[in-house]
């Protein structure tokens, strides 16, 4: 910009402060934020500019109630920030920034939600927005959210704890670093407290982006970050709580190179846990764990892991769900060691199809086929299969069999293996 353009400039802008901060009447105040949001809606990027400047201006030098337009302003420069066009997106977040700055703490509970739902509205995760991934991105964000986390309602607690993880998901990773402290430590925090479900699984939500997105960044709070997860299981009140908890755990674990400790007490806490939602919870967590740690697993824990799948198969009866999670367990195993499987299914093969060994029949050809060819069991299996889907056998095994009919002409090896094309 010419020397003289920017004096020029200036000027203006000075002009500007006086004329704005003197602004007291009500209708002189809506007139003008009505007339400058038009102007940052216009399709001409100048404009757009010029509305998003303004409005900076009026917030750095106006102390008068602006209130009720937050909401409308929040919408719009936020959804500025993914502008196709720089300048626009510059002055955007300049004007959100100095909104947030002139804005109370105790009058930002209320932007919360919209704050959330805009970001959420903007770009998709992934794709990084202009307006976040540069330095003090997420700057003007910080305030709102953690007013939103840290006092607001339950529902603004939940808002905010979402908002995380959509600013994480459309930040590119250098510009959320230094973040990091500022969102997790919260969250870790108001865990432990009693807050409803929806709150408790917004939460672990957004830890769980954390751990998939930027790892290296959270890795001081893996600790906390584990007992927050197991803590979790044992919520009696929220299936959606503790199957949150399952996925966070298996994502952090994937970034533990010591996992037996939280084998070990995962399986003490099968053992003590009645047959249940929480024991089958805390079953999907072994699951969940060994898909993402195996080979970090040692042969004692490795042992007692296949003990505890025998002594369940050995069990008369078994709830669908336990059957779910034992079954995700064999092929978590099977997929680090196949030969760690081979007395299982050698059990689920020599005897009459039941309930367990038709789901973890089923599981094993989606999710371990490779392993079923390593052991040289494939063509028995197809018959194991082949033999329980037809026929008058209980939904229980018919169902599981059917699917597991289905998956062998997708499944990889067996969709590939004329001997099984065949037979089907």
Not at 205 to 221: A, D, H, S
Not at 317 to 338: D, G, N, Y
Not at 406 to 414: C, G, R
Request: hydrophobic share 40%; net charge neutral; glycine share 6%.
């Amino acid at each position: 910009m010419p020397k003289l353009t920017r004096r020029f400039r200036e000027a203006i802008d000075s002009s500007l402060r006086v004329i704005f901060g003197s602004l007291e009447e009500l209708d002189s105040i809506n007139s003008l934020m009505m007339h400058l949001l038009e102007v940052a809606k216009s399709v001409t990027p100048s404009k757009r500019v010029d509305g998003c400047d303004l409005f900076g201006i009026f917030c750095a030098s106006n102390t008068s109630d602006r209130s009720e337009y937050d909401v409308l302003w929040i919408r719009q420069l936020v959804s500025l920030l993914d502008d196709p066009v720089p300048e626009v997106v510059d002055s955007a977040w300049l004007a959100l920034d100095e909104m947030v700055k002139a804005t109370p703490k105790t009058e930002m509970d209320v932007l919360v939600i919209p704050l959330r739902r805009t970001i959420e509205s903007s770009g998709i995760p992934g794709r990084y927005l202009p307006g976040l991934s540069r330095p003090s991105g997420l700057k003007p964000f910080m305030p709102i959210l953690l007013q939103g986390i840290l006092a607001g309602t339950a529902e603004q607690r939940e808002q905010a704890a979402l908002g995380f993880g959509n600013l994480v998901e459309r930040t590119s990773e250098e510009y959320v670093k230094p973040y990091v402290t500022q969102i997790t430590g919260p969250l870790i925090r108001i865990m432990g407290d009693r807050f409803p479900a929806p709150v408790k699984s917004a939460i672990l939500e957004t830890l769980g982006i954390l751990l998939m997105r930027i790892p290296q960044y959270v890795k001081p709070f893996f600790p906390q970050l584990q007992r927050t997860f197991m803590k979790s299981l044992g919520d009696v009140t929220s299936a959606t709580v503790r199957s949150k908890s399952v996925a966070a755990l298996g994502l952090l674990m994937k970034h533990q190179p010591r996992i037996d400790p939280l084998i070990v007490e995962l399986l003490s806490s099968i053992q003590s846990s009645e047959r249940g939602e929480i024991h089958e919870s805390l079953v999907s967590a072994l699951a969940a764990v060994v898909a993402s740690g195996a080979a970090n697993i040692t042969e004692g824990p490795m042992n007692d892991i296949l003990k505890l799948i025998q002594d369940i198969f050995d069990e008369e009866r078994h709830s669908e769900p336990l059957a779910l999670r034992l079954s995700a367990l064999v092929s978590a195993v099977a997929r680090f060691k196949p030969s760690r499987v081979s007395a299982v299914m050698s059990f689920i093969l020599s005897n009459p199809p039941t309930p367990l060994g038709s789901v973890c029949m089923r599981e094993m050809i989606e999710n371990a086929s490779g392993a079923l060819y390593e052991l040289g069991i494939e063509q028995d299996v197809v018959g194991f299969v082949l033999s329980g889907s037809t026929g008058a056998v209980p939904p229980s095994i018919g169902r599981p069999l059917r699917e597991a009919k289905d998956l062998l002409s997708t499944a990889p090896k067996f969709c590939n293996d004329e001997r099984v094309q065949n037979r089907l």
